[in-house]
Antibody, heavy 121, light 112 residues
Framework: EVQLVESGGGLVRPGGSLRLSCSASGFTFSSFSMHWVRQAPGKGLEYVSAITHDGGTTYYADSVKGRFTISRDNSRNTLYLQMSSLRPEDTAMYYC??????????????WGQGTLVTVSS | DIVMTQSPDSLAVSLGERATINCKSSQNILNSANNKNYLAWYQQRPGQPPKLLIYWASTRETGVPDRFSGRGSGTDFSLTISSLQAEDVALYYCQQYYTTPSFGPGTKVDIK
């Protein structure tokens, strides 16, 4: 059974940093692209960041470019999102998402339950 | 970037009746090389993460009831629930993956 378990969310002040983690199990983690998708309270889905199976290619939405860094440790079956210079508009549930393939970006086969990030003073 | 739009924003349908959601992409998302439309549909029930329903515009994910169907090509797509059940109350999102993935704004489905 595929499981994606996010952690690391919480309350942080504007300008602060957080590192989200996503622990994956039930599939060969190193074979698949992974994504982060966020959802602000009461809002729709926003595509944030992605990384190919080997970490060779990454993507960032313009809204987070230069502030967020996606990475993965295939030996630990873990996906990360390092977030810095956080803004109130980054407040959202952050979902870890498994792609159906390992190279380019396709559709999203499995979603974690999410971890809530709140940026507020 | 490809912009996805959905209509209506919300709809209320009686139990057992048909619900149809429309999705439009700002650019063609049909790949003529493989004749596949790079479109997926997701369902998000209250308090839950999204769940994949349909991919390649019309292929139902394993385990998804056959009352859910997707159709369309090019830039215009639709998701139909043929006979609405109580458990279908949710937000529905379309997503294109022809280029960097992007989502539609969502359509809320309720019971009338």
């Amino acid at each position: 059974e595929v499981q994606l378990v996010e952690s690391g969310g919480g309350l942080v002040r504007p300008g602060g940093s957080l590192r989200l983690s996503c622990s994956a199990s039930g599939f060969t983690f190193s074979s698949f692209s992974m994504h982060w998708v966020r959802q602000a309270p009461g809002k729709g889905l926003e595509y944030v960041s992605a990384i190919t199976h080997d970490g060779g290619t990454t993507y960032y939405a313009d809204s987070v470019k230069g502030r967020f860094t996606i990475s993965r440790d295939n030996s630990r079956n873990t996906l990360y999102l390092q977030m810095s210079s956080l803004r109130p508009e980054d407040t959202a549930m952050y979902y870890c998402v498994k792609d159906v393939y390992g190279g380019n970006w396709y559709y999203f086969e499995y979603w974690g339950q999410g971890t809530l990030v709140t940026v507020s003073s | 970037d490809i912009v996805m739009t959905q209509s209506p924003d919300s709809l209320a349908v009686s139990l057992g009746e048909r619900a149809t959601i429309n999705c439009k992409s700002s650019q063609n998302i049909l790949n003529s090389a493989n004749n596949k439309n790079y479109l997926a549909w997701y369902q998000q029930r209250p308090g839950q993460p999204p769940k994949l329903l349909i991919y390649w515009a019309s292929t139902r994910e394993t385990g998804v009831p056959d009352r859910f169907s997707g159709r369309g090509s090019g830039t215009d797509f639709s998701l139909t629930i043929s006979s609405l059940q109580a458990e279908d109350v949710a937000l529905y999102y379309c997503q294109q993956y022809y280029t960097t993935p992007s989502f539609g704004p969502g359509t809320k489905v309720d019971i009338k």
